[in-house]
Nanobody, 117 residues
């Protein structure tokens, strides 16, 4: 499994960014995809997940109403639309994939998002 993130960068508070995660290496119909983030000195936490087959989503309370996760089956790509960004959203964002029932996660290399105040 290969996951390649893109779309990070520097944005002012209140702005928007869209992250992309291009997935390859197998068929992902039985996978759950997710975005997690890790700020300096803090643990990595999931912010959003989506099931590849049905598109069911979950969100961390900290991003609910501001972030939207989606997927494009034809492009094998997962997106994270981030609106109303806050300085607290500054982190390295990682794409992750896990097959249903598995405790094994595949991770991308991460993309840095910096939100200035």
């Amino acid at each position: 499994v290969q996951l390649v993130e893109s779309g990070g960068g520097l944005v002012q508070a209140g702005g928007s960014l869209r992250l992309s995660c291009a997935a390859s290496g197998r068929t992902f119909s039985n996978y759950v995809m997710g975005w997690s983030r890790q700020a300096p000195g803090k643990e990595r936490l999931f912010v959003a997940t989506i099931t590849w087959r049905g598109g069911s989503t979950t969100y961390a309370d900290s991003v609910k109403g501001r972030f939207t996760i989606s997927r494009d089956n034809a492009k094998n790509t997962v997106y994270l639309q981030m609106n109303s960004l806050k300085p607290d959203d500054t982190a390295v964002y990682y794409c992750a994939a896990s097959e249903y029932g598995s405790s094994l996660y595949y991770w991308g290399q991460g993309t840095l998002v910096t939100v200035s105040s």
